[in-house]
């Protein structure tokens, strides 16, 4: 367990939660507007859903830390 006990662990989860709900949305937007304005063969149309989802994943890595502990 890590140091602050089971509340504000599960604090910390439902925020990431929350942060995995908002980044889902986003991608779903990001990628049905990619596929609506690029044709399925060009390269944007074929690369922007999975380069999307790295941006994202990379975002959630940065957002998703735990918050600074008052000294």
């Known amino acids: 367990m890590r140091p602050g006990g089971l509340r ?3 604090r910390y ?4 939660l929350r942060i995995v709900l908002v980044l889902g949305g986003v991608y779903v937007v990001g990628s049905t507007v990619a596929r ?3 044709p399925p063969d060009s390269a944007f ?5 999975p380069l ?3 941006a994202l994943a ?3 890595v940065f957002i998703a830390r735990d918050p600074e502990e008052p000294a």
């Open 13 to 16: 989860a439902a925020r990431r």
């Open 58 to 60: 990379v975002a959630f």
């Open 45 to 49: 149309g074929e690369w922007a859903p």
């Open 36 to 38: 609506l304005v690029a």
């Open 8 to 10: 504000r662990q599960l």
């Open 52 to 54: 999307l989802a790295i």
